[in-house]
């Protein structure tokens, strides 16, 4: 049984099950469904507060999305709050996420309406249309402000609801979360070092089990203690990217064999990979420029020296109304592979891989744990400068009267927080942290070649704490 005299703690892992209200809660029949359809309701009141609304004439969009309810609570408190999820505690969002919920009754409806389903192919697989998917949300985010206007994020909200029906209705084996969802690269490569694991407590019990309803076909299309919709093998896991922790494996396990761990981070018997994916390192490439950017923009010096070659371009072509998408390039494509060809260069000096490519390749997941970093760091300088902003968004949602207030002087607009330097010192100390565990990954893969990636990853961490320093 769960609850017999073993030790709670097994090579840095706590079985979380072992907690009576939590294994209550996951092994509940309504459990994720009744959270799923709770956020779910929550994203078509969004919809509905967003539909149409922009800013009032004569006020500043970026203001403004701090006092609309919607563009506050989608992308100054959602978006910040689920980097953080992912990088502490793995892919948990997953395990609430609405659009799984939506994917999931499509699927049925699809197998039910007797509509032929394909399995997802290796490109899909790969990430290769959530890159483009990121891409174009970034492009659009950088061009024409879709986090500051409350009607083109309701938009983007029914974007994410109408693929979650479409790929339910035409794909199976959740093949929205597997290849189509838009942040799915971002908590595969931010969730891998996280606390939070599905895992077996013993390999030998699944070999022994005669039923194996975890994996067996014939039990997949239940709606509750199913196989795993992800057709992944709980058994055999030995990574948290792909895996959603939705804990089907758990419910139907009927050895009770399976565990929901809380271990440390980036769990040093977990299966690490020398190289990256095409898809994957593009990604990363691209996420590394978003993030240098939002740090830089907490600064006034390095926001200037950043976007310089932006308005050089911009002042040349003549039309300040392609400043935003010209600087989406510069920021997810031309700073990207600057940035990378110096510390792939870097570390071919070093000798620590045979070509440019190869060095990218290698130095992607050790890296991306730093890039991580980052991003959680503008995430709390966003939500410190955004959340104040939220009494008054609760009590007025379309946040007009608000902004009339503050633009016209009849109001304060609300204090941060938390103060910058407490920002700085948090932020700096995660990239310190985040340093070490990037170097002890590259170890972990290849202990005879790590050293040639660390001076890169110094760079890159140094580039963030120099940004960063700015900030007290």
């Known amino acids: 049984m769960r609850f017999s005299f073993k030790p709670l703690f097994k090579e840095g892992s706590f079985d979380l099950l072992r907690i009576r209200p939590v294994r209550a809660l996951l092994l509940w029949h309504g459990f994720p469904y009744v959270f799923q359809a709770l956020m779910l309701a929550m994203f078509v009141l969004l919809i509905a507060l967003g539909w149409g609304v922009s800013a009032p004439d004569g006020v500043s969009d970026k203001l403004y999305a701090k006092t609309n309810l919607v563009t506050l609570l989608v992308w100054g408190i959602w978006w910040p709050l689920m980097v953080w999820l992912a990088v502490l505690l793995g892919r948990v969002w997953c395990m609430v996420c609405p659009l799984e919920l939506v994917s999931n009754l499509s699927e049925r409806l699809g197998r039910w309406l007797g509509i032929r389903q394909f399995e997802p192919g290796k490109w899909l697989l790969s990430g290769g249309l959530i890159l483009i998917f990121y891409f174009s949300i970034q492009m659009l985010i950088a061009g024409a402000h879709l986090h500051r ?63 194996k309803w975890c994996v067996n076909a014939e039990n997949r299309h239940k709606l509750d203690a199913r196989s795993c919709p992800t057709l992944l093998v709980p058994k055999a896991l030995d990574s948290s990217k792909d895996c959603l922790v939705c804990t089907q494996c758990i419910k139907s396990c009927q050895p009770d064999n399976m565990q929901l761990q809380l271990r440390t981070p980036y769990y040093s018997h977990d299966t690490r990979y020398p190289v990256t994916s095409w898809p994957m390192l593009l990604f990363i490439m691209l996420l590394s420029g978003f993030v240098v950017y939002e740090l ?43 940035l990378w060809t110096f510390l792939g260069t870097v570390t071919l000096l070093m000798k620590g891989a045979p070509s440019l490519i190869q060095a990218w390749r290698q130095l992607a997941l050790p890296m991306v744990v730093v890039i991580a970093a980052g991003h959680m760091a503008k995430g709390i300088a966003k939500f410190t400068s955004w959340g104040g902003f939220l009494p008054g968004a609760i009590h007025e949602p379309s946040g007009v009267e608000t902004i009339k207030a503050l633009t016209s002087g009849a109001d304060v607009v609300p204090a941060s927080l938390l103060g910058m330097p407490f920002v700085a010192a948090v932020s700096l100390t995660l990239v310190l942290m985040a340093t070490l565990f990037s170097v002890r990954e590259a170890k972990l893969v290849d202990a005879d070649t790590y050293r040639a990636q660390i001076p890169s990853i110094l760079m890159l961490a140094g580039l963030f704490g120099f940004i960063i320093s700015g900030w007290f």
Request: charged residues 15%; hydrophobic residues 50%.
């Open 149 to 211: 206007v409350p009607g083109y994020t309701a938009i983007f909200l029914i974007f994410l609801i109408a693929t979650a029906i479409v790929t339910g209705l035409f794909f199976k084996h959740r093949a929205y979360c597997r290849g189509f969802c838009t942040v799915g690269l971002l908590l595969n490569v931010y969730g891998r070092g996280g606390m939070l694991a599905v895992r077996p407590e013993s390999r030998q019990v699944c070999d022994d089990c005669s039923e």
């Open 296 to 338: 830089c923009t907490e600064w006034s010096v390095t926001k200037n020296i950043f976007l310089w070659p932006v308005k050089m371009v911009t002042a040349e072509i003549g039309y300040p109304a392609l400043g935003g998408w010209i600087k989406g390039v510069w920021t997810l494509m031309i700073f990207p592979l600057l």
